[in-house]
């Protein structure tokens, strides 16, 4: 009987191929529209630099303009319209021009404050960043943390929890020291110190106040500042020491394609890959977490520093001289950011760093309690059970009982 092919792959080719396309064939394909931009740039010339009805016309069609030329637009009496003229300024300057300048930053404004906001009188980015933070990342970090939890359980009630599945032997193998033990758990609970402290700042006003009022969520948000200022230096002392401490083990090789090809036997209880100290999967984490880390502190100093270490006017920079961007038909970063922005900035990049290095550890802590039978003696005593030392971590397994052997032989 011949076999009837159900066209799926061709269909998977075809949507690949689109895909591709697009990506590729995008930046060559925007909206652009005719070139305009002598004609516009006349009418703005005959408005005195104001926007005209072609900037709003480009606009509507979906076009790209440019408002840059605005931020220059700030009262300079040569560039102003003559009085009798369509849109003219009286004294070459206007209200308009005047407001711009301040708001774009090229005002000349004096303070007896020395700080480096104090100068900027309108920071319209504000809106923005709340926006963001509020209504985006509020609900999909939210969200983010609640599905994590959601699929763990799927998971958990759907495959069971992944068991010693040979014969226990009754023997135990040292797999943790002291010192490993407690600097996992030193870097482990001020993180959880630092998530819960940091919802609390997150979600606060919108879910807490309602429930506990607003005097005492003022004393709770004022300790949560606290305990999430200081314990971030244990933090990242315990993620420096866990980094030198177990760097040599988390290095990739053949055995981690093996196991990450079976997924450590996570739906098959029957398959146990090798792997030394650390499988793929701890590898994944072990640099997530080293990679996180390094994106949470450096914005987490910044913020506790404000004003004294900007960290994305020279990253923008950076991405800007890409090319990158260009090429993809986006408009550059912007590299002249104020103090606030640069706050704003900032804070929002903490956050989302902050959401998805919540997600990644809701899974290992998962892992390493209900997912895994015998996974958390391995931080808890510190002592692991023979036979679950051979299924997950044989090559480890070997090496440990090789030193043994070694130790035990009678000297010649």
Do not use: C
Request: hydrophobic share 45%; glycine share 12%.
């Amino acid at each position: 009987m011949s076999e009837k092919k159900s066209g799926f792959g061709a269909f998977l080719l075809v949507l690949v191929l689109i895909v591709v396309a697009t990506l590729v064939l995008t930046p060559f394909l925007s909206p652009s529209g005719p070139d305009n931009s002598e004609a516009i740039e006349a009418a703005r010339v005959a408005t005195g630099g104001a926007q005209t009805r072609e900037d709003i016309m480009a606009r509507q069609r979906g076009e790209r303009v440019d408002y840059d030329f605005r931020r220059t637009d700030t009262g300079d009496p040569q560039r102003a319209a003559d009085p009798t003229g369509q849109l003219g300024t009286l004294g070459g300057v206007s209200d308009a021009e005047m407001f711009r300048s301040l708001r774009y930053g090229t005002a000349d404004v004096t303070a007896s404050a020395s700080s480096p906001g104090a100068t900027v009188l309108i920071q319209d980015g504000g809106m923005s960043w709340m926006h963001y933070r509020e209504d985006w990342l509020g609900t999909y970090g939210g969200w983010l943390l609640l599905g994590m939890i959601g699929l763990l359980a799927i998971v958990y009630f759907a495959l069971g929890r992944v068991p010693i599945a040979g014969e226990r032997t009754g023997r135990t193998i040292l797999r943790f020291g002291n010192f490993d033990r407690w600097m996992h758990w030193m870097t482990a609970g001020s993180f959880i110190l630092l998530a819960l402290t940091g919802l609390v700042s997150m979600y606060g006003r919108q879910f807490l106040i309602p429930v506990m009022g607003l005097d005492a969520h003022a004393t709770l948000a004022l300790w949560s500042k606290l305990v999430h200022n200081n314990v971030s230096w244990a933090f990242m002392l315990g993620v420096v020491l866990i980094f030198f401490k177990w760097v040599r083990y988390n290095i990739p090789n053949w055995n981690d394609v093996k196991w990450m090809m079976v997924l450590g036997g996570l739906f098959n209880h029957d398959i146990h890959p090798p792997a030394g100290k650390f499988n793929a999967g701890q590898k994944l984490i072990f640099w997530s977490v080293i990679g996180l880390s390094v994106a949470i502190a450096a914005t987490g100093i910044s913020l506790l520093m404000p004003f004294s270490a900007p960290i994305f006017d020279p990253f923008f920079g950076w991405i800007n001289n890409l090319g990158l961007l260009s090429w993809l038909g986006l408009p550059d970063l912007p590299t002249q950011l104020s103090p606030q922005q640069e706050m704003q900035f900032t804070q929002l990049v903490h956050a989302t760093v902050g959401f998805g290095f919540m997600a990644m550890i809701i899974g290992h802590i998962y892992i390493g309690t209900a997912g895994m039978e015998g996974a958390f003696d391995a931080m808890g005593s510190g002592y692991v059970e023979e036979q679950w030392a051979k299924e997950h971590h044989s090559l480890w397994l070997d090496e440990v009982k090789a030193k043994e052997a070694t130790s035990q032989a009678p000297a010649e």
